[in-house]
């Protein structure tokens, strides 16, 4: 299984950006958990944003009303759509899915800058 971020950048405070992660490789897409994670310089790495196999949303607290998380089955993708972007935002972000047997798979992250 393959995940391939893109999408990163490098915004002001208060701008918006859209990541988005295709799957590949020997995935059942539909039934699987998919998430997004982000680790900033020296801090341990988050989850931001799950959605799982029925479109079930959950969100950190500092995130919710500004990120929404959304899947396409068919294209085996997975959006992140961030506004009001702000400095705390910065870092790595990471996507992740989880097969019901519990195996995860993570791929490469893509990097979000936020200027104040």
């Known amino acids: 299984v393959q995940l391939q971020a893109s999408g990163g950048g490098s915004v002001q405070a208060g701008e918006s950006l859209r990541l988005s992660c295709e799957a590949s490789?020997?995935?059942?897409?539909?039934?699987?958990?998919m998430a997004w994670y982000r680790q900033a310089p020296g801090k341990s790495r988050e989850l931001v944003a799950h959605?799982?196999?029925?479109?079930?949303?959950t969100y950190r607290d500092s995130v919710k009303g500004r990120f929404t998380i959304s899947r396409d089955n068919a294209k085996k993708m997975v959006y992140l759509e961030m506004n009001n972007l702000k400095p705390e935002d910065t870092a790595v972000y990471y996507c992740?899915?989880?097969?019901?047997?519990?195996?995860?798979?993570w791929g490469e992250g893509t990097l979000v800058t936020v200027s104040s």
């Open positions: 490789g020997n995935i059942v897409f539909a039934i699987n958990s």
């Open positions: 959605i799982n196999n029925g479109e079930r949303t």
């Open positions: 992740n899915t989880e097969d019901p047997w519990k195996t995860e798979y």
